[in-house]
């Protein structure tokens, strides 16, 4: 088996309704451009406030993408 090298990215996504989709969101974008995800992890996470209720949430992510040979 080959030595992976990755390229790491960051991204932010956001979703009106939770966190999990705020990730999807997120992944389901850079599936677009990136076509070797390989891994993510959520390196932040907040949230927009209007009228003192969570209005949106969202998650910064580092992505892991394999390069090609």
């Known amino acids: 088996m080959p030595e992976h090298v990755y390229e790491l990215i960051e991204i932010v996504g956001s979703s009106k309704t939770s966190i999990e989709d705020a990730v999807q969101n997120a ?3 850079a599936a677009k451009t990136l076509e070797t995800i390989r891994w993510f992890q959520v390196v932040e996470t907040r949230g927009y406030v209007e009228n003192g209720k969570v209005s949106y949430w969202q998650v910064n ?6 390069l090609k040979d």
């Not at 992510?61 to 394999?66: C, E, N, P, R």
Request: aromatic fraction near 0%; avoid cysteine.
């Open 27 to 29: 992944l389901t974008r």
């Open 61 to 66: 992510l580092k992505i892991g993408s394999t």
